[in-house]
């Protein structure tokens, strides 16, 4: 019994069990919450996991569409046109059918003409003319279509043979022909740049119409040479074909296309001190394209090209460019390249710390007397002649030429007209001066800078206009 209580000791031990029961209970009870709340968790990690696979999923297969809109558009732009095939990455020239044997650097095409209005009967390859072949004979060259061609420049033939109606382009034959001088079935070469012609449309237009001028009044076969990006390659075929579909040239005209940076990073090593003391020196290496013309005859040219005129595509011409190449045969002397005056004030500004140095000096005054400076919109270069010059040679160093640019502070920003107008203050025979009639410049600029007083006695070119200049973008009159 408890003490005090009457009660037996063992009494209160039910209420014990009890409470401990209770408490029991309570936990249980706390334990199946906890369960279920832990268990809902487990059912919002399923979605998310099947949220997560859904939006993978959809990403993967709009990546799939985006891969195949891709490679379709590919197929769509390069694929096979008119149910004929292409070898090669080139396309199809509209309209036209085209077989391509395409190497590393060459896509050899020869356009040919086909006789008779209903039915075209093909010419044969006998009747083919005979093309100056572009590399050393070599019997792996006689591929079959398709077969690759050794590192090479694009070579194509465009043959203008009276009353065709179609034409078709195929691979030229590789029979090569004599090709120096005059003898050989293309004697005229001609050298161009052309880029950008995609963010400059009007670059395109602009060539067109030069390209025009040229061929229409041309009396002999012309052989080009374009410099070019990938994008003005393919303007300059659209545009020879459409001249060719439209009878335009009156004389045939064959061309090959160089790839301007290949072209740019082989210049780069021989004009970079060139660069440096006449124009100060740009880090990008195109800038070694205006300087071509300086280095042309090192290597750069093949080697059945002895006389070679360079022009801008800015140019419209009034006069067959046969009279043009006349001028070679004027050459004396020393000269090694044909040259026009620049027909602005541009020297007289940019010689003018030099001029007020030395008061009375000719250097930078106009013609006919003055140390005009030059234009290189239009040049003749004799490449034979430049490669055996040692007094040209002198300055092509970069040692003599920094003396020229110290003696005279220039510092030209124009390229090799820069480099031309510097070289005829000291060693003026190295220059036939062409009339200013063979590179009529328009450009007005310099005229409101001061100097209007003297700028008729530079622009002045009276009489016959045999070659338009439309430079800083200048339009050219519409005359006969």
Not at 3 to 19: D, F, H, I, V, Y
Not at 28 to 52: A, G, W
Not at 53 to 68: A, C, N, S
Not at 142 to 162: E, T
Request: charged share 20%; with cysteine.
């Amino acid at each position: 019994m408890r003490r005090g209580t009457g009660e037996p000791a063992n009494k209160s031990r039910p209420q014990l069990n009890k409470e401990k029961e209770d408490k029991t209970d309570k936990n249980m009870q706390f334990v199946n919450n906890s369960r279920t709340r832990r268990s809902r968790p487990k059912s919002h990690d399923n979605n998310l996991l099947v949220n997560v696979l859904r939006w993978k999923l959809l990403r993967i297969l709009i990546l799939l569409i985006v891969v195949f809109m891709i490679f379709y558009g590919i197929f769509v732009h390069t694929g096979p046109t008119n149910s004929k095939e292409i070898h090669g990455n080139d396309r199809f020239l509209h309209n036209e059918p085209i077989s391509f044997v395409h190497g590393d650097h060459m896509d050899v095409i020869h356009i040919e003409h086909n006789v008779g209005q209903g039915k075209a009967h093909g010419i044969q390859e006998n009747q083919l003319p005979k093309v100056q072949q572009q590399v050393p004979p070599n019997p792996a060259l006689h591929l079959n279509q398709g077969q690759r061609l050794p590192n090479q420049n694009q070579f194509i033939a465009i043959n203008d043979v009276p009353g065709n109606q179609n034409q078709k382009i195929q691979q030229q034959p590789q029979n090569a022909a004599k090709d120096s001088t005059g003898t050989g079935e293309y004697p005229y070469h001609v050298i161009q740049s052309l880029t950008n012609t995609d963010k400059r449309p009007y670059l395109k237009t602009r060539f067109e119409e030069c390209m025009i001028s040229i061929l229409e009044k041309s009396s002999v076969n012309l052989h080009f040479f374009f410099v070019v990006d990938t994008p003005s390659k393919q303007a300059i075929l659209d545009i020879m074909q459409d001249i060719t579909n439209k009878k335009i040239a009156h004389s045939k005209v064959q061309f090959n296309f160089l790839d301007i940076d290949e072209l740019a990073k082989e210049l780069a090593p021989m004009v970079s001190m060139l660069q440096q003391h006449v124009s100060g020196g740009h880090p990008y290496y195109k800038d070694a394209i205006f300087f071509l013309s300086i280095a042309i005859h090192q290597h750069v040219m093949p080697e059945y090209v002895h006389r070679l005129v360079m022009l801008d595509t800015d140019l419209i011409f009034k006069t067959d460019i046969k009279q043009l190449f006349a001028y070679f045969d004027l050459f004396k002397g020393n000269n090694v390249i044909g040259i026009a005056h620049e027909q602005q004030p541009v020297y007289r500004h940019l010689f003018s710390l030099y001029r007020s140095q030395n008061r009375g000096t000719l250097v930078g005054n106009p013609p006919p007397n003055g140390l005009t400076g030059f234009n290189s919109g239009v040049l003749l270069l004799d490449l034979d002649r430049m490669r055996r010059n040692t007094l040209y040679h002198k300055y092509l160093d970069g040692t003599n030429l920094k003396l020229l640019t110290e003696k005279y502070h220039f510092k030209g920003h124009l390229g090799d007209q820069d480099f031309f107008s510097l070289l005829s203050l000291e060693h003026p025979d190295l220059f036939h001066v062409l009339p200013c009639s063979w590179n009529r410049q328009l450009c007005v600029w310099w005229r409101d800078k001061g100097y209007i007083d003297i700028f008729d006695q530079y622009f002045s070119c009276p009489g016959k206009i045999d070659i338009f200049h439309g430079n800083c973008n200048t339009p050219i009159p519409k005359t006969p």
